[in-house]
Structure formats: C-alpha cells, structure tokens
C-alpha cells in the first residue's frame, strides 16, 4: 500500500461512525386524530454545550420548526413553530420542558430522552395542512436558541412568531447547535395512526 492509500483508509475509518450517526438520524412521522406528529428516536440534541449549561443550573431555549412542502422542502406550505424552555434538577437529575407562547404546556421529572421526546411531540401540526392526493416532505429545523436572538424573539405580548419565522429563514449561525432532518415523498394515506 502506498503512503497516501493508507491515509485515505485510516481517514475513511475514522469518519465511518460519524456518517453511519448522521445517516441514523431519521424522522419519523405519524398522524394522531387531526394531527401530524413526529418523533426522531436517534436525535440527541441535549448534548454538549446545551447539557453542560443545563448541568450548570441555567435554563436553554431551543427553537423549532416543524413544515411541511410539496416540492421537496423547498416552498413551503405549512409550518409549525415553537420554542421550548428546558430546565435541569441538579438535585433530582431530572429535566423540566415548557412549551413557551399559545398553548403552553409543561412536563416535569423527565429523563434526558424523555425531555427530547417531548419537545418533539409538542411540534405537531393540523391533518388539514396535508395535501390529500399529492406526495409531501417534512422537515425538522431544531436549533439551540442563539442570545442574539432572545430580544426579538420575546415581546410584551408573548412570543414573536413573525420573528421566529424570520429566524428560522436564515442559516444557523456557525457555533449555534442545530439539527434539520428530512423525510419524503410522503404520502397522507400511507401514515401510520395512532399514538405510536
């Protein structure tokens, strides 16, 4: 074997677990009543940084969205916003999740996956958003809240969705924890039903 031969194998070992992790990532999704839910069993975004501020006993925001497109996720068609506030019991070891703005709900003595699970559960969107007789993509846009972000994305009268939509229009910034995950051509018809 020659030199750069060698190079190229130890690079392609090194990088494989990488890939495989990244390709294991994959959205699940499911209709439940009149809504659309997902779940991502392999994405683990309460990990690094996020964590290592939880566990110092400070509370971090993620946003996400939720959308659904008809040409490959580039026009969007329907989207669901949200930003969830998690918090960490150095004590108890447990999470606490609330979902900030409309609707706000709150779950508490979570494990880690439990917490994960839950901010995704929350992101749900309207059956009726779906296209009946046409194939559709769902996207997953999960980011860790960025400070610049938090004076316009909270106001007098709540949360901002105008603001986070317009966040949500531009890429992550280099260092902010973000996620996207894909999944389609789907069709309404083949979903599974059901709390799954």
Sequence with gaps: MTRVTR???LLLTLCMPVALCISAQSLVVRLDGDLLHISAPQLQFL???PLERLHDGLTVAFLGQLTIST???ATIRARSIARFALSYDIWEQRFSVTRL???KRSASNLSVRQAEAWCLENLSLDRSSLPADRPFWVRLDLRAEDSLDQ???LGEPGISLTRLVEIFSRPAREKQ???VLDVGPLQTRDLPRGDA
Excluded: Q, R, T
């Design 101 to 103: 703005g409309a609707g």
């Design 177 to 179: 924890p973000h996620w």
């Design 47 to 49: 990990a690094g940084k």
């Design 71 to 73: 040409d490959a996720n």
């Design 151 to 153: 004076p316009g994305v």
């Design 7 to 9: 190079k190229w194998w």
